[in-house]
């Protein structure tokens, strides 16, 4: 059995997770705070949204549809503790590993041709990789940088790529089911109430109708209409990062196969050596078979390989 210790770099004041002499680095806390008000705002409806939709429907859906004990309502409440723990789990796996030039000390490698894809960074005063680019909200380069992430208030790269696909691919899952839960809850089980003219038009402006009439049916509504707009939000972003998964790339080389190697290491890229064990935690160590700095385009690589 894999053991995991954890050690302070203190070159760096990061802390790592020591998986048999391979670290994966976490960052400080003092970089994982919001920087700046979108991220603030994002990071809050989050955190605020999934404990409430959680309890609403672990304390009140769950047990008027199943009742308590139940072999459904078993099912369906041990479901919800696992993707309740992996939404989590992700997201501040997500957060906390650092995927920065910061990780490491960069060393251009002495090879004329790849130290030619090297690129300077005027901000970061640094010489970086290729495919690592400068976020100007985090204020650093990040190694295979794709996006930065409203949500978790870091930018998605090469070490935390994994956390953020199962962060929204379970957020897609338990917003849905908790959607079809909600609906029966609201709609058919407390029909004499929900549809009501009154309560139909409230139903496009919520949060209007809870601060006009403030009750617990309305803060259901919301509740309800807010799991619809996870399930949506974290749908769309699966579809839009499809296709870069799909071919190796980031989201700055969307139409590029310069690192396309067929789905199956696509994937090992992102989910790593023990890809079929990721789903259950973040906790499942699974190595990358890349370091995320010295990367060359499949054509050069295939050539130098023949």
Same mark, same amino acid.
């Given at each position: 059995?894999?053991?995991?210790?954890?050690?302070?770099?203190?070159?760096?004041?990061?802390?790592?997770?020591?998986?048999?002499?391979?670290?994966?680095?976490?960052?400080s806390?003092?970089?994982v705070?919001?920087?700046?008000?979108?991220?603030?705002?994002?990071?809050?409806?989050?955190?605020?949204?999934?404990?409430?939709?959680?309890?609403?429907?672990?304390?009140?859906?769950?047990?008027?549809?199943?009742?308590?004990?139940?072999?459904?309502?078993?099912?369906?409440?041990?479901?919800?503790?696992?993707?309740?723990?992996?939404?989590?789990?992700?997201?501040?796996?997500?957060?906390?590993?650092?995927?920065?030039?910061?990780?490491?000390?960069?060393?251009?490698?002495?090879?004329?041709?790849?130290?030619?894809?090297?690129?300077?960074?005027?901000?970061?005063q640094?010489l970086?990789?290729?495919?690592?680019?400068?976020?100007?909200?985090?204020?650093?380069?990040?190694?295979?940088?794709?996006?930065?992430?409203?949500?978790?208030?870091?930018?998605?790269?090469?070490?935390n790529?994994?956390?953020?696909?199962?962060?929204?691919?379970?957020?897609?899952?338990?917003?849905?089911?908790?959607?079809?839960?909600?609906?029966?809850?609201?709609?058919?089980?407390?029909?004499?109430?929900?549809?009501?003219?009154?309560? *139909?038009? @409230?139903?496009? $402006?919520? &949060?209007? #109708?809870?601060? /006009?009439?403030?009750?617990?049916?309305?803060?259901?509504? =919301?509740?309800? *209409?807010? @799991?619809?707009? $996870?399930? &949506?939000? #974290?749908?769309? /972003?699966?579809?839009?990062?499809?296709?870069?998964?799909? =071919?190796?790339?980031?989201?700055?080389?969307?139409?590029?196969?310069?690192?396309?190697?067929?789905?199956?290491?696509?994937?090992?890229?992102?989910?790593?050596?023990?890809?079929?064990?990721?789903?259950l935690?973040?906790?499942?160590?699974?190595?990358?078979?890349?370091?995320?700095?010295?990367?060359?385009?499949?054509?050069?690589?295939?050539?130098?390989?023949?």
């Amino acid at each position: 059995m894999n053991q995991m210790n954890l050690v302070i770099d203190s070159s760096s004041c990061h802390l790592g997770a020591k998986y048999n002499g391979n670290t994966m680095i976490l960052r400080s806390w003092d970089r994982v705070r919001p920087r700046c008000l979108a991220d603030l705002s994002c990071l809050l409806l989050l955190v605020v949204f999934v404990p409430v939709a959680y309890v609403f429907h672990m304390t009140l859906v769950l047990p008027e549809l199943f009742g308590v004990g139940g072999f459904w309502y078993t099912v369906i409440w041990v479901a919800a503790q696992f993707i309740i723990f992996n939404i989590t789990a992700n997201m501040l796996a997500c957060m906390l590993v650092d995927t920065t030039i910061r990780m490491e000390l960069l060393k251009p490698p002495l090879d004329p041709d790849l130290r030619a894809r090297w690129h300077m960074c005027n901000e970061c005063q640094a010489l970086v990789p290729p495919r690592s680019w400068h976020c100007e909200v985090c204020g650093v380069c990040v190694l295979k940088r794709d996006h930065h992430c409203r949500f978790t208030c870091c930018c998605i790269g090469h070490h935390n790529y994994r956390y953020f696909i199962y962060f929204l691919l379970y957020l897609m899952i338990g917003s849905f089911v908790a959607s079809i839960l909600g609906g029966i809850y609201l709609w058919k089980v407390h029909f004499d109430f929900y549809w009501r003219p009154f309560t *139909l038009i @409230t139903v496009f $402006a919520p &949060a209007v #109708s809870l601060a /006009l009439s403030p009750c617990w049916e309305s803060f259901y509504l =919301l509740t309800y *209409l807010l @799991t619809w707009l $996870a399930f &949506a939000i #974290s749908s769309l /972003l699966l579809v839009y990062h499809w296709p870069i998964f799909q =071919l190796g790339s980031v989201a700055k080389e969307r139409r590029s196969r310069n690192y396309d190697r067929g789905l199956r290491a696509n994937m090992e890229m992102i989910f790593g050596k023990r890809m079929h064990l990721t789903w259950l935690s973040p906790f499942v160590r699974s190595e990358l078979p890349h370091d995320g700095i010295n990367w060359e385009p499949v054509a050069t690589h295939l050539t130098k390989e023949d």
